[in-house]
């Protein structure tokens, strides 16, 4: 079975749940704030124009947060 563990979850659970042949992903994500008025294929554009600055930290782990004007970035686990 395929699982996303969500970041509240310990990364430890990870090879337990590979261990018992489960593909188990500790997920980044992306989150938009204060794009209001926007439509979708704008959000999409300030999504894609930003993927290539923001894939080692997704491909590592991360929350990724894009506003009208800002993008904030904190790898997971956030202690």
Known sequence: MRLLLDENLSEKLV???EAADHDAT???????????GRRVPEIASVIVDNLEDVEAD???G???VFGDETMRIRRLPIG
């Open 62 to 64: 991360a929350v990724v």
């Open 26 to 36: 500790a997920p980044s994500f992306v989150l938009i704030r204060r794009l209001i």
């Open 15 to 17: 090879p337990l749940l």
């Open 58 to 60: 997704l491909l590592a």
